[in-house]
């Protein structure tokens, strides 16, 4: 056997060394999936969604419910102590309206409804509106002349209001 010189170990690729047979191998592996990235293809497609959204719409009273007035001592105006606040949520237009739910009111026997009725001022910042969210401030007052009074008998006086909010 012949020795082979110690250069001819790191040349066993007919002269050419590891490290050049490593560097082309790392090449033509990076070529490869280089050629891989450029050979890929993409492609796109849609759908069409379709929905509707009907009318629709939400009230509530979002601040003070309970609405408590000064003692009435005779003809005059009597503010509130506060003001009712209202939410709409609405997906169309809108209009509100308000009426006194008389059979769940509490009056004293004798009372004049009508009297009542136009004595106690309910005074909405809005009465309509877009469609999102609108926020109405209701003022209330009673205004009371002696010829009221004399259809307001003596005792207490509990009014529900209720609120209708309609879509256009």
Known sequence: MVAEPLDALDKPFGGVSM????????LA?????SSFAVMAATDTAEANATF??????SLAVVENPNIDFPLVLGPGSYDATADSRLRVLSTTSWSLTESILWASSTIPAGANETTIDNVFQRTPDLTSGPWGVSYINVAYSLVITEDDLANMPEGTYQIIVQ???TTE
């Open 19 to 26: 490290r050049t047979v490593r560097l082309a191998s790392i």
């Open 29 to 33: 592996l990076g070529f490869i999936i």
């Open 52 to 57: 509707v959204i009907p009318s629709w719409i």
């Open 163 to 165: 609120y209708t909010a």
